[in-house]
């Protein structure tokens, strides 16, 4: 038989109910009570914990607002930067194409045209043109341009007085038809005479034609001559600057009085000087083919 718990109640007027509830009944209902506490403490839990997740979400989104306008702020910022480095960059091609311009003007109007070549050995790879200014390509040309530029003989080795330019002359000895490789450059003896560009000297010496005389090597296939000097200071192999003294004018060898005779080579052939000395701003012309020039 199934126990039974019985309650008595009793009211104010003495009137008294009992009522039996079986143990199985309590306990469902304990059970149920037990369900709506822990249901109760499960679903303040829970409450808590999504307020705590609410709290963090925001601050998650608060942060994502913030990463949000720093990447756009270092975005702007990487736009700008590239602007002013193509900017930059603009202004270097514009520079160097400008003094590629200014030293092609000065080669070409001494005859003197260089080209820049590459070497063809070793090669792999997919080909890519490369575009007609680019940054690298005028690079290259410019740092062969200002190569070659130093090398280049520019101005008067002395000042003075051209007396006998280059090409067809009658000889000053014999009044014959002749050749003169070079210029003539009268000065007072004793005059001094500069190197027009670096270079290495090539010989030094005397002979009855030329008299006492140099011969510079300034390398990119350029050489300079200097004959009838009375004295030089320098012997071969020698390292000589531009400006630098390498001797004085002199009367030597086969000559009809105190000048230089000057020659410039080019790929082993003679050049005529004045083109060089008047790249020079200082050069002054003078009628009947003579003309006063002056010392770098």
């Known amino acids: 038989m199934e126990k039974q718990i019985h309650f008595i109640v009793t ?20 059970g149920v009570c037990c369900f709506f506490v822990l249901g109760s ?30 990447n756009a702020s270092m975005q702007a910022h990487a736009v700008k930067q590239e602007r002013e480095q193509q900017a930059q960059l603009n202004a270097a091609l514009t520079d160097l194409k400008q003094k590629s311009q200014a030293i092609e003007s000065i080669l070409a109007s001494v005859g003197v045209n260089l080209e820049v070549h590459e070497s063809a050995k070793g090669a792999g790879g997919p ?17 062969h341009y200002l190569d070659t530029i130093q090398s280049v003989p520019l101005g008067a080795p002395v000042r003075g007085t051209i007396t006998s330019q280059f090409g067809s002359r009658l000889d000053p000895i014999n009044g014959e038809p002749a050749f003169h490789g070079g ?3 009268r000065k007072q003896l004793g005059a001094k ?8 000297v090539v010989t030094n010496g005397f002979d009855r034609g030329h008299g006492n005389f140099i011969v510079l090597d300034h390398g990119n296939k350029f050489q300079t001559s200097y004959l009838h000097l009375q004295k030089d200071f320098v012997k071969p192999g020698d390292t000589v600057s531009r400006g630098q003294v390498i001797g004085l004018m002199g009367n030597s060898g086969r000559s009809t009085g105190a000048h230089l005779h000057y020659e410039i080579k080019y790929r082993d052939k003679l050049l005529d000087p004045v083109r060089f000395i008047q ?3 200082r050069v002054v012309a003078v009628p009947q083919k003579q003309a006063t020039v002056k010392a770098l």
Do not use: C, H
């Open 11 to 30: 009211g104010e007027r003495g009137a008294i109910r009992s009522f039996a509830v079986s143990s199985k009944t309590i306990k469902v209902m304990l």
């Open 41 to 70: 403490g499960f679903g303040w839990f829970s409450s808590g914990e999504n307020i705590v997740l609410r709290k963090q979400l925001a601050a998650v989104q608060k942060d994502l607002v913030g990463t949000a306008a720093l």
């Open 127 to 143: 080909f890519t043109r490369r575009p007609q200014e680019s940054y690298e390509g005028l690079t290259l040309k410019v740092d």
């Open 183 to 185: 210029v003539d450059i």
């Open 193 to 200: 005479i500069i190197a027009p560009a670096d270079g290495v």
């Open 279 to 281: 790249v020079r701003p």
